[in-house]
């Protein structure tokens, strides 16, 4: 009987791993730093001596790893290959294949995003759903969009990106993907400061924001100060952010969104502003769609890279 | 073993009837009307009685039918129960389970537009692929989501719903949804009416739609005829859907978008409007999906139903 699985999120500069039982309690938990000289060929030979050191440590039975699961920075196709995945200085990589030769363990893989959705379904703040949507609010917008229990992969191993729906004809600046108008300009916590900075732009209205440092930090402590040109751009923040996930709501109906990300800090007031606007544009039937924040913080990625195997 | 499939298509005034073979090759179709007198309760007898009758007629084995699969114009959750269905006159019905019942074959169910889709997949212009957008413009602008050859159903039954997508602020009247600036409004072929109309008063541009009747039909009769006036409609037309189509690739990233539903007689002109706006519109990764139109009409509900099944 299968008692314990590995799980995997490697990162640009860090790879976490997680050891858990298979009802999903992590028992151990470290970090190895992510070395990307040469292609970041040792990558996975790392991290194979990582789970090779930990098995000995704790003196475990081969017979009783489900597994080993792993986030990646990059797509992941149904075959277990990554394409390329530019924060890890690789391009193709057969990571299951590979990892399995170096482990002799089963290995599932995915995209950093959507297992960081699935860990949020199993043991966050989607937990007691099969339909979850988690959106991540960062330096970017990311998502992961998980259909009865399955990860939506797609096409392109594109499947959750939605920081670059187009939600306004009202920018004149491009997204770092080339088009104007992403979710991502004007929803992460780059396009917080950017809403912010125009707002204060556009007059001389009094504001605690004035003269300080501009951050989504900043913008979402003066809401909680009562600060009007604040609130004015939390609403135009919710506004954006509300529409996507509606128009999301139309394409995959969840049951629950879930909000993460350095953004997801500033608390239940983040999701007054987003439902607020969510309920106005979404379909009838959606209407009443519950939202959460996110729980497991950093640590989305290990659980769900665990739970591929569960 | 298996032989044989049913796939049924129950519509407000019409059943659709198919015996299949379960290579997907209808061997005899037929209708019988949808009697929705004393709340649609004869509906599900009557469907099990032409059922009954043409394996009496053609000396079929029951062993050797796989089941009967049935989509319905409502929501259908993973029970297979429906809880209304307003063109029936249906309130809730335990669809699966009573048709189980009264036909002692196994049964499946469907939404109408998911069924559809997946019978685009896998018999039509979707076919050879496992992630597809069927896109419905008819009346109103319906879909249906394949990924990963499974219907995405959604939590309330409402997955595929994409025209509710919100799609512009520019619009003062409302959709039937009780929303505003919804696909529907701009993508059907009453929407395309509506942009007719609002580009003709604009101005007093010639146009050959000037005094006669304006439909979907004669707006892409005068584009294929070169007129200036019907080609902006086009634009705008294009502009809508393929903004609506690259948000829903930035959700769960198809192989192909097929496009049906009677707009889509216009043929390939149609696909060219649209995908010069997707194009424009989508994310980096998914810019190369493809687009096709649908290929079996009005008989994709029946072969997708049977598909259910198979």
Chains 1, 2 share one sequence.
Not at 5 to 34: Q, S, Y
Not at 113 to 125: D, R, T
Not at 234 to 243: H, M, N, Q
Request: hydrophobic fraction near 40%.
């Amino acid at each position: 009987m299968k008692k314990y699985c590995f799980g995997i999120d490697i990162g640009g500069t860090t790879i976490k791993c997680g050891l858990f039982d298979v009802k999903g309690t992590v028992l151990e938990k470290w970090e190895i730093p992510t070395r990307t000289e040469h292609n970041g060929s040792s990558i996975l030979p790392d991290v194979a001596a990582a789970i090779g050191d930990k098995i000995r440590e704790k003196d475990l039975d081969r017979e009783e790893i489900a597994g080993v699961g792993i986030g990646v920075p990059g797509p992941v196709n149904e075959e277990g290959e990554v394409p390329t995945a530019v924060n890890l200085h690789w391009g193709y990589v057969n990571l299951v294949d590979q990892m399995q030769k170096l482990t002799g363990l089963e290995v599932k893989a995915g995209n950093d995003a959507n297992v960081a959705a699935l860990g949020e379904m199993w043991k966050g703040g989607g937990a007691g759903y099969h339909n979850v949507v988690l959106v991540t609010l960062g330096t970017g917008v990311g998502g992961g969009i998980i259909n009865n229990g399955q990860i939506v992969i797609g096409s392109h191993g594109a499947g959750g990106e939605i920081g670059h729906i187009h939600v306004t004809d009202t920018l004149t600046h491009k997204c770092n993907c080339g088009n104007c108008g992403c979710l991502e300009q004007v929803a992460s916590a780059t396009g917080i400061t950017f809403l912010a900075n125009r707002r204060l732009a556009a007059d001389n209205a009094p504001s605690m924001l004035r003269g300080g440092e501009i951050s989504a930090k900043t913008v979402f402590d003066a809401v909680k100060a009562d600060d009007d040109v604040a609130k004015e751009i939390a609403e135009e923040f919710g506004k954006y952010l509300g529409l996507a996930l509606a128009n999301i709501a139309g394409v995959t109906d969840p049951d629950i969104f879930v909000i993460g990300g350095g953004v997801s800090k500033a608390g239940p007031v983040l999701l007054e502003y987003i439902e607020k606007y969510y309920r106005e544009y979404a379909f009838l039937s959606c209407k009443d769609t519950a939202f959460a924040l996110a729980e497991l913080g950093n640590d989305a990625g290990i659980y769900g890279a665990a739970k591929l195997l569960l």
